[in-house]
């Protein structure tokens, strides 16, 4: 028989549930058609008997084979079915052919929602939103319902920003994929539900953390995206000023004490934390951490999840690690004074504990303790230094160029016009590879505040948030904006940025 020519492959792809482009490439066969339940194939090799009878096993079709040239095979499947086959919009248009938005309440509609749901295309346009969002390196997936729109956001660099949103009337299917991977409760939309999915993504394994609440619009749903191969393990590159990294250091390599961590929401403290329990993690110590969640499997350390639902809290979990005879301890968060008094006890007999609270700077997490109920003498015993961290955008390197900022920017630096003069300040004029945004990337800036004699003081004082932190600088303290400035020196980022995360000081 004569080789099919390149005009013989179709232009569209052939959808067939759960058959995976991989699965072509190793078999080396493309679909052509499916017709009068026979389905058409492109092989490299017609005598590979074993793929054509798993194929007819799985579909229940007749295969009818032709022989294709390799080159052709693969560029068919490539162009068909490769990770840019298709752009958001076509598959959103395909998707939007067949689907139709149905209002679920009965379990009929709850079945009718599955199926909607197992649709091949919608599993491909969640499966292309996934992709999309991988790639351009987003921490986050919002899908987001509003009374007359869907929307689709992608937190790229922290910030934000709105990609080609699907049809109202997709809403449903698209939800209902997304909770079916997380091995969610479809038919459940009144409470707010959590899950993990774990995906192979470019030869990844990519971990996705679900979390699905009720609006009065439908569900909202938000996909943390954990690339465990994003997190940097080196202390080294985390972007510490020498004199925060000196210090730093330490206070890490102590036998006992408490050590904070704090920052808001998204600024990297997890990362920090896990950098650092890598960095002091070998076989003569034993390491425990109680997190919510577990974000990342670190190699050598029991991690816990908590889980409330069975009365599994930071507290009571906090308790039943001291019996496991560790040296180091890591609690997620210090939320209530049970924890905290738990955690300064822990410290208190020979462990060195870390974990975070959410203050604005390091000062804060000693008021933030104390307004708690912590002892004042405990907490000054036992407190070796906290940590403060946000994270900034860093300017794209590949627009990069020399700009002039705003006087009044350049007046809240707090530099004189011959020291700005002095600088080269520099911003992203926006090109393809930062999506116009002229940043790509993130870098932390720090504030570590050292418990020294006079901060100890003013904790058995109890002196207010504004006279620790004057205290600490008078220590030689470089607060975050300070550590931000630098950075702005550096040219690595923006006095906007800077000011953007940091509050006025």
Same mark, same amino acid.
């Given at each position: 028989?004569?080789?099919?020519?390149?005009?013989?492959?179709?232009?569209?792809?052939?959808?067939?549930?759960?058959?995976?482009?991989?699965?072509?490439?190793?078999?080396?066969?493309?679909?052509? &058609?499916?017709?009068?339940?026979?389905?058409?194939?492109?092989?490299?090799?017609?005598?590979? *008997?074993?793929?054509?009878? $798993?194929?007819?096993?799985?579909?229940?079709?007749?295969?009818?084979?032709?022989?294709?040239?390799?080159?052709?095979? !693969?560029?068919?499947?490539?162009?068909?079915?490769?990770?840019?086959?298709?752009?958001?919009?076509?598959?959103?248009?395909?998707?939007?052919?067949?689907?139709?938005?149905?209002?679920?309440?009965?379990?009929?509609?709850?079945?009718?929602?599955?199926?909607?749901?197992?649709?091949?295309?919608?599993?491909?346009?969640?499966?292309?939103?996934? =992709?999309?969002?991988?790639?351009?390196?987003?921490?986050?997936?919002?899908? &987001?319902? *509003?009374?007359?729109? *869907?929307?689709?956001?992608?937190?790229?660099?922290? /910030?934000?920003?709105?990609?080609?949103?699907?049809?109202?009337?997709?809403?449903? $299917?698209?939800?209902?994929?997304?909770?079916?991977?997380?091995?969610?409760?479809?038919?459940?939309?009144?409470?707010?539900?959590?899950?993990?999915?774990?995906?192979?993504?470019?030869?990844?394994?990519?971990? *996705?953390?679900?979390?699905?609440?009720?609006? /009065?619009?439908?569900?909202?749903?938000?996909?943390?995206?954990?690339?465990?191969?994003?997190?940097?393990?080196? =202390?080294?590159?985390?972007?510490?000023?020498?004199?925060?990294?000196?210090?730093?250091?330490?206070?890490?390599?102590?036998?006992?004490?408490?050590?904070?961590?704090?920052?808001?929401?998204?600024?990297?403290?997890?990362?920090?934390?896990?950098?650092? !329990?890598?960095?002091?993690?070998?076989?003569?110590?034993?390491?425990? @951490? =109680?997190?919510?969640?577990?974000?990342?499997?670190?190699?050598?350390?029991?991690?816990?999840?908590?889980?409330?639902?069975?009365?599994?809290?930071?507290?009571?979990?906090?308790?039943?690690?001291?019996?496991?005879?560790?040296?180091?301890?890591?609690?997620?968060?210090?939320?209530?004074? &049970?924890?905290?008094?738990?955690?300064?006890?822990?410290?208190?007999?020979?462990? =060195? !504990?870390?974990?975070?609270?959410?203050?604005?700077?390091?000062?804060?997490?000693? @008021?933030?303790?104390?307004?708690?109920?912590?002892?004042?003498?405990?907490?000054?015993?036992?407190?070796?230094?906290?940590?403060?961290?946000?994270?900034?955008?860093?300017?794209?390197?590949?627009?990069?160029?020399?700009?002039?900022?705003?006087?009044?920017?350049?007046?809240?630096?707090?530099?004189?016009?011959?020291?700005?003069?002095?600088?080269?300040?520099?911003?992203?004029?926006?090109?393809?590879?930062?999506?116009?945004?002229?940043?790509?990337?993130?870098?932390?800036?720090?504030?570590?505040?050292?418990?020294?004699?006079?901060?100890?003081?003013?904790?058995?004082?109890?002196?207010? @948030? &504004?006279?620790?932190?004057?205290?600490?600088?008078?220590?030689?303290?470089?607060?975050?904006?300070?550590?931000?400035?630098?950075?702005?020196?550096?040219?690595? @980022?923006?006095?906007?940025?800077? !000011?953007?995360?940091?509050?006025?000081?």
């Amino acid at each position: 028989m004569v080789e099919l020519s390149y005009q013989d492959y179709p232009k569209e792809p052939v959808v067939i549930d759960k058959l995976t482009a991989r699965f072509m490439k190793q078999s080396q066969f493309v679909p052509l &058609e499916i017709k009068d339940n026979t389905l058409k194939i492109a092989m490299v090799n017609k005598e590979d *008997f074993y793929t054509i009878d $798993a194929l007819k096993l799985a579909y229940g079709l007749s295969i009818e084979a032709f022989e294709g040239r390799k080159e052709d095979v !693969l560029d068919a499947i490539e162009r068909l079915y490769g990770a840019g086959s298709q752009s958001i919009e076509t598959i959103i248009e395909e998707a939007g052919k067949d689907i139709y938005e149905i209002k679920a309440s009965g379990q009929e509609d709850v079945d009718h929602l599955r199926d909607m749901a197992s649709e091949a295309p919608i599993i491909r346009l969640v499966n292309k939103l996934i =992709l999309n969002a991988v790639e351009e390196l987003a921490s986050d997936i919002h899908f &987001e319902p *509003f009374e007359n729109e *869907f929307k689709v956001r992608y937190r790229v660099d922290g /910030v934000l920003h709105e990609v080609e949103s699907p049809p109202h009337r997709l809403q449903a $299917a698209i939800i209902s994929r997304v909770k079916i991977m997380a091995k969610l409760d479809i038919a459940e939309r009144r409470l707010p539900q959590d899950g993990r999915i774990k995906l192979k993504i470019s030869d990844k394994e990519i971990d *996705f953390r679900v979390s699905t609440i009720p609006t /009065v619009f439908g569900e909202s749903l938000v996909m943390r995206i954990l690339d465990r191969e994003k997190l940097i393990l080196d =202390l080294d590159k985390l972007g510490f000023p020498g004199q925060i990294y000196e210090k730093y250091k330490e206070a890490i390599s102590q036998p006992y004490g408490m050590i904070l961590v704090t920052g808001p929401t998204g600024s990297g403290k997890t990362s920090t934390l896990y950098t650092t !329990l890598q960095k002091i993690n070998s076989p003569e110590v034993k390491i425990i @951490t =109680l997190e919510d969640p577990v974000e990342y499997q670190l190699r050598g350390i029991n991690q816990i999840q908590v889980n409330p639902k069975i009365g599994l809290k930071f507290s009571s979990g906090l308790r039943s690690i001291v019996r496991q005879d560790p040296d180091i301890i890591l609690v997620g968060e210090i939320r209530d004074k &049970e924890t905290a008094d738990i955690a300064i006890q822990s410290a208190l007999t020979g462990h =060195l !504990l870390f974990s975070t609270l959410h203050t604005n700077d390091s000062p804060g997490a000693i @008021t933030r303790l104390l307004d708690m109920g912590v002892e004042n003498f405990l907490l000054s015993s036992t407190l070796l230094g906290v940590l403060a961290q946000r994270l900034v955008r860093v300017i794209c390197p590949y627009c990069k160029e020399e700009t002039r900022p705003e006087q009044k920017l350049i007046k809240s630096m707090g530099i004189s016009q011959q020291e700005a003069d002095q600088i080269r300040f520099m911003h992203g004029a926006g090109c393809e590879k930062c999506r116009y945004t002229g940043f790509k990337g993130r870098i932390a800036i720090f504030e570590y505040m050292h418990i020294g004699d006079c901060i100890r003081k003013e904790i058995i004082n109890r002196s207010s @948030t &504004e006279i620790v932190r004057k205290a600490a600088i008078d220590q030689g303290m470089i607060t975050l904006r300070q550590d931000g400035w630098d950075k702005v020196k550096r040219g690595l @980022t923006t006095i906007s940025e800077v !000011l953007r995360v940091t509050l006025e000081e």
